[in-house]
């Protein structure tokens, strides 16, 4: 019987192709971790932690992650060798919080199982609904603020992204770079699906500010308020015609359906990372398409590694809105696994079992800061 027998936390830094600023700060490289997880056969299957050096998005940080994956969770499986994604889940319950860590090893964990079973993840995780999986996912793109705060090398940044094909901008928001960049990236594409993100950084007493964006046309506008503050998103969502879309509130099914319930959010950005992992976001995606709210699949600056397995996500039938999984050179110019490549603003879902893509050992190595093995 399969078994995992040792997992490998490989530590690599990435170097943006541009450095890429929000309202919460601004990122020069991503410093990653990846999860090896290795079976008793030597099949290896991989996860990516999307966690950043510091606690600026969530709680979680890569040091962090690396403390309890290493003395937590890794331990909750090599005890006894699990190979069984479910039952690893079920295990990572006990642990409180640590969404981030969670899922890389999961995914690892999912992979490996996946890889010995022949079965592509996609497939695994739309299992449900197996005619209705796409081969290709309709792809946005996520804009910072330029660090120059000009619009004009917004316009240049935004106009490469559409001729390169993207199929929706979404563009970063904080107070004082809002009404005036949107305003004029609409002037300049009129048809352009066209969304922004504010990652928290307004206050209840914003309605205003906020509703001055109403007449773009804009998809939605996500996550505006402070992640725990449910009820002023609803209030929120009744004085502006804009959809709320929740990124950073959602971290369970739980929330979700109380999210809904209140209606503080009408469609929902679904990132594993966030929510546990890739069983816990087919919940929300379920949830959702019960109820006809639309979902899309979020990004982190993933390598190819969380990518993959973000493309085989989005494949799924409530996937009905362009997501954050940009082609790997709109934030990299090496992948560590072979890139992937925009078509016609699509991405193509790898057709390989587990996620379906590998790290080429030689970049890996070379992008490597950090790793150790735990065995069992
Ligand atoms: C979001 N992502 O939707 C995030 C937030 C984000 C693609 O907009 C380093 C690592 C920097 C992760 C900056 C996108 C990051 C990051 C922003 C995630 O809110
Ligand atoms: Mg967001």
Request: charged share 25%; net charge negative; hydrophobic share 40%.
């Amino acid at each position: 019987m399969t078994r995992i027998d040792r997992i490998r936390l490989h530590r690599i830094d990435m170097p943006l192709v541009r450095p890429f600023r929000t309202s919460f700060g601004t990122q020069q490289t991503r410093d990653i971790l990846l999860v090896e997880a290795i079976t008793s056969e030597g099949v290896s299957g991989w996860g990516e932690c999307v966690a950043m050096s510091w606690p600026g998005y969530s709680y979680e940080y890569v040091d962090g992650c690396v403390d309890v994956l290493t003395e937590h969770l890794v331990p909750l499986v090599l005890r006894d060798g699990t190979a069984d994604p479910l039952e690893a889940h079920g295990r990572f319950v006990r642990v409180q919080g640590h969404p981030m860590a969670k899922t890389a090893l999961e995914t690892a964990i999912l992979d490996a199982w996946l890889r010995v079973r022949n079965i592509r993840l996609v497939d695994f995780l739309g299992a449900q609904y197996p005619e209705q999986i796409r081969d290709e996912v309709d792809c946005g793109v996520s804009v910072g603020i330029p660090p120059s705060e000009s619009i004009s090398e917004l316009l240049d940044e935004v106009s490469g992204y559409v001729d390169a094909g993207y199929r929706r901008i979404k563009l970063k928001i904080e107070p004082g770079w809002d009404v005036e960049p949107v305003r004029a990236v609409r002037q300049t594409w009129p048809d352009m699906l066209l969304q922004t993100d504010a990652n928290q950084a307004y206050t209840r007493s914003d309605g205003d500010l906020l509703a001055a964006m109403d007449p773009f046309d804009l998809l939605l506008v996500e996550q505006p308020l402070p992640e725990d503050d449910l009820l002023g998103h609803a209030a929120l969502a009744r004085e502006i015609t804009t959809p709320v879309c929740l990124d950073e509130s959602i971290t369970s099914v739980a929330v979700a359906e109380t999210a809904l319930a209140v209606e503080a959010t009408s469609v929902i950005n679904i990132k594993p990372g966030r929510v546990g992992g890739y069983l816990t976001a087919v919940q929300i995606h379920d949830l959702c398409r019960e109820r006809g709210i639309p979902v899309w699949c979020g990004g982190m600056l993933e390598t190819g590694v969380g990518r993959a397995a973000n493309v085989g996500l989005a494949a799924l039938p409530g996937f009905t809105l362009p997501g954050d999984t940009s082609a790997s050179n709109r934030y990299y110019a090496v992948d560590v696994t072979p890139p992937f490549i925009l078509d016609d603003g699509r991405l193509t879902v790898p057709t390989a079992p587990g996620i379906g893509v590998d790290p080429i050992p030689e970049i890996l190595a070379e992008l490597t800061t950090w790793s150790a093995l735990i065995e069992r």
